[in-house]
């Protein structure tokens, strides 16, 4: 436990990313998030890009010849048959992340895969079953619980600064277009696998088990939910509340609120950005400096420990452990089932 007061804030033990071991990452599917996730490796890490597998020969190309890397397969088999991969980053849409991440398990590849770490729980516990059969490596890319900002939050958290916390109010909301694949619900769409798994995200962290589930939510087209509301408790009755979107743009924030004090998370909270803890009566007030960013800024830190983990010889994060991304999903199952 770190003894923290609200006379200084702890400061981030977060190891410089360019430090990690470098790996050989080979990157199966060549979408958005793998190009961010590419885009962040080379401008923060020593890790090495080899390969990026896709099952659209000229898409993997197209992707190799933007992004520098050597080798583009035609298929997600060639890409975990290469040799010349260490690990890989499952960037496909959500359906297949079970699937992939199994595949790459069998071929005795080390792992990183694109949250969600599958579409429900069940499908989680059979790739961490996979994974203590195979003794590889394998995270979730829950990449905000690895940047700096977190791990000084964790620190607060731990140190007992807020006192004993009661609530959680958490929120990501963003607009999109019904032509935008989240629209989809055949690749999962809707905002709970890709939007509301942060707030979840930060509420388990905060609590970390919860009794009570009680969800709200609002189609945005049939079969497809657009907005969801929910109330989590704990077993103390504390209580985290959650919403998510897909239907307007909202504040993004979150607040963790405690008996002593209460931290402030600017929107997005969930990307680099500074907070503020205040002691209940107004002061004092302590600011975490960090200038705002991007997802760009920070996906390299999850990559970087799955690293030094591996170089390591571990196969599970203790920052984000695969029992949290079950967790996790044992709460979106409840809420999908609720809807």
């Not at 060549?30 to 923060?44: D, K, Q, S, T, Y």
């Not at 048959?81 to 991440?101: C, E, F, G």
């Not at 930060?202 to 049939?222: K, N």
């Amino acid at each position: 436990m770190t003894d923290t007061t609200l006379g200084a804030l702890p400061i981030a033990r977060t190891p410089d990313p360019v430090e990690a071991p470098a790996l050989r990452w080979g990157i199966l599917g060549p979408g958005w998030i793998a190009a961010r996730f590419v885009e962040a490796l080379h401008a923060n890490t020593r890790q090495q890009v080899v390969a990026v597998g896709s099952r659209d020969h000229s898409r993997a190309g197209a992707f190799a010849a933007q992004w520098a890397v050597p080798t583009a397969h035609g298929s997600y088999e060639a890409l975990l048959d290469d040799p010349q991969v260490d690990i890989v980053y499952i960037a496909t849409t959500h359906p297949s992340h079970r699937d992939n991440a199994i595949d790459a398990l069998s071929a005795g590849k080390h792992v990183l895969v694109e949250k969600p770490l599958a579409l429900d729980a069940a499908g989680a516990r059979e790739i961490v079953t996979a994974a203590a059969r195979a003794d590889r490596f394998v995270g979730e890319a829950m990449w905000t619980k690895f940047l700096p900002k977190f791990d000084v939050i964790r620190q607060l958290l731990d140190g007992g600064a807020l006192g004993e916390i009661r609530t959680v109010l958490a929120d990501h909301g963003e607009f999109f277009t019904p032509d935008h694949r989240i629209y989809d619900p055949e690749l999962a769409g809707g905002p709970l696998l890709d939007l509301g798994t942060y707030p979840i995200a930060l509420a388990h962290m905060v609590f970390g088990s919860f009794t009570s589930v009680i969800a709200h939510g609002q189609p945005a087209a049939p079969e497809l939910t657009g907005q969801i509301s929910a109330l989590l408790s704990d077993a103390a009755g504390n209580q985290a509340v959650l919403h998510t979107t897909i239907l307007s743009d909202t504040p993004t924030s979150a607040v963790i609120s405690g008996r002593d004090a209460t931290l402030h998370i600017g929107g997005p909270f969930f990307m680099p950005g500074p907070f503020t803890l205040t002691r209940h009566g107004g002061s004092p007030v302590l600011h975490y400096d960090e200038k705002p960013g991007t997802q760009t800024d920070g996906l390299h830190y999850a990559a970087a420990e799955a690293a030094r983990l591996i170089a390591n010889g571990r196969i599970e994060s203790e920052i984000h452990p695969l029992r949290y991304a079950v967790a996790t999903l044992e709460v979106a199952d409840e809420i999908r089932s609720q809807l």
